[in-house]
């Protein structure tokens, strides 16, 4: 069986809706924390089996039985989302899970600046260290991150973001759902590491542009603010320091470059080229 935990969230559901189209649905087991986010799947032969990440056993109850698992990075952050990765990948191996995919970032490096890449880079040595064969997604940006990121821009392409002229790879999230449903349904695992990325990175600069062509905004610019300024804004919208710090170390990383790789394995999975920034821009216009 192939198992996938955060399997009611916009990677999971997405993922999900592409596996339903090459396996049966009793092949396939969905792991969330609320087994009514998935009600439109009930009867419909697929396992829907309830596991929280703070709860070791309901893990293992929920990946008995299972061959192959899409482990999706946890939502939280910081220690919190180390133990609970943790967790997810010892259940894995406790239930004798034999081959895992695993959504990783792009530069989970001792050196990287954003916070969530060194989760990813204990998780990614944890598998390692396992018996499991495994495959690491490195995901660049998703393009559902640029709304977020720019905020009240998408209204007028006056972006302040501090990011200098660093660029991002973005990726179209449901992109990444069709090549990890090729994954899940193709051949045993070698222990392979993809950078999943978009085919060009983009500066925010490129960004703005981008809005001034599309929404025909004429005051379409990036403004270069200090990181400082950036993180007493989010401090100011409510944010506590953890999630500031979250969001400010994702910029940081921006601007340090660690997101501007691009490769073409996503298109190599998915057999076409992977939607762009400017086809994705353009559907939300
Ligand atoms: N590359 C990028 O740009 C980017 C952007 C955002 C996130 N990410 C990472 O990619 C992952 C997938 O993205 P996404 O858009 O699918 O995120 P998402 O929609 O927020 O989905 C997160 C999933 O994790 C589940 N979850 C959270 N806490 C849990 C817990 N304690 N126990 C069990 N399940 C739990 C959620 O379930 P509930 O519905 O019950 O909360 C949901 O199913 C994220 O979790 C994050 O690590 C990457």
New binding site residues.
């Given amino acids: 069986m192939i198992a996938i935990?955060?399997?009611?969230?916009?990677?999971?559901k997405a993922t999900l809706s592409f596996l339903l189209k090459k396996t049966k649905p009793e092949n396939i087991v969905a792991v969330?924390?609320?087994a009514g986010?998935l009600s439109e799947y009930a009867g419909s032969g697929m396992h829907i089996r309830v596991?929280?990440?703070?709860d070791q056993e309901s893990l293992e109850r929920a990946l008995t039985g299972v061959h192959r698992l899409l482990q999706?990075?946890?939502?939280?952050t910081g220690v919190r989302a180390m133990a609970?990765e943790t967790r997810v990948v010892h259940a894995a191996v406790k239930c004798g899970v034999q081959e895992i995919v695993y959504?990783s970032t792009l530069f989970p490096e001792e050196s990287a600046h954003f916070h969530?890449a060194h989760i990813c880079r204990n998780t990614e040595a944890l598998v390692r260290q396992s018996s499991m064969r495994y495959i690491f997604f490195r995901?660049?940006?998703?393009h559902e991150?640029i709304p977020l990121f720019i905020g009240e821009a998408m209204g007028d392409g006056r972006i302040f973001y501090p990011s200098g002229n660093g660029r991002v790879s973005f990726v179209s999230?449901r992109d990444i759902a069709e090549a990890l449903s090729h994954v899940l349904t193709g051949p045993a695992f070698n222990n392979a590491i993809h950078d999943i990325t978009g085919p060009e990175a983009f500066s925010f600069a490129d960004i703005a542009l981008e809005l001034k062509d599309i929404a025909g905004y004429r005051d379409a610019a990036h403004t270069d603010i200090s990181p400082e300024d950036y993180r007493k804004g989010l401090l100011g919208f409510g944010l506590d320091e953890e999630e500031a710090g979250f969001y400010a170390s994702m910029a940081d990383s921006i601007r340090a470059g660690e997101f501007e790789k691009t490769h073409h394995s996503l298109e190599g999975f998915l057999g076409r080229k992977p939607l762009g920034v400017q086809q994705y821009l353009r559907g939300l216009f």
């Fill in positions: 935990t955060g399997a009611n969230g916009n990677l999971g969330v924390r609320d986010k596991a929280d990440y703070e999706i990075s946890a939502s939280a609970q959504t969530a995901n660049s940006m998703y991150t999230r």
